[in-house]
């Protein structure tokens, strides 16, 4: 008698994740600053990301921005006792604040286009991402924040789960819907001139 075949299993260190290039970072920095936002937690933004958790049925959810060292989650929800939470102004910053080499966020800001990953490890130029064993994370979806005059990208709206998710074509138009409401309302808080 023969014994098993074993079955594979993912090895992280086999893969590479390599995040983009983002020439656009210095000039979204400068961007994000004249509209008024980009480096401090927005509680209009945290309903953003709520309402996006609760609609997607997901634990956790983000308007995130991102510059040349760090990502900041301008708007963020995530799970506390199996019901979500606003995390607030009067969270420290680290709690915002993510390493620009985590999470997919900084793919979408540099193709411009939304991604959509219903199971991480079926992508293997996704598969070796940090956010994978540091949180659980194994399906991510979000779309760029398109800037109405310069074309570039200023950050993500975007989603995450711990387990696989159909996210499928709703999901990929409810993300997209998500973002064009974020840059009307960042549009909205640039000609008023104040959040």
Known sequence: MTAPIPHPQ??????????PEDLDAPARIER?????????????????????????GTPYAMVNFIGPEQQYFAGLFTPADGQGV???????????????????????????????????????????????DELGIRAYIGAPLIDWNTGMAL??????????????????ETIKGFAQGMVDRLREIEERGRL
């Open 86 to 132: 606003e995390l607030g102004p009067q969270q420290k910053d680290n709690d915002r604040v993510m390493a620009r080499d985590h999470g997919w966020c900084p793919h979408v800001v540099v193709r411009r286009k939304a991604l959509v990953l219903e199971d991480v490890f079926a992508y293997r130029k996704f598969a070796g991402n940090p956010v994978i």
């Open 10 to 19: 993912y090895d992280p260190t086999s893969q590479m994740l390599v995040t």
């Open 155 to 172: 950050g993500t709206v975007c989603a995450i789960a711990p387990e696989p998710t159909p996210w499928g074509r709703d999901g990929l």
């Open 32 to 56: 994000l600053r004249a509209i008024g936002v980009g480096n401090a937690p927005v509680a209009e933004f945290d309903a953003v990301a709520r309402d996006l958790a609760r609609t997607l």
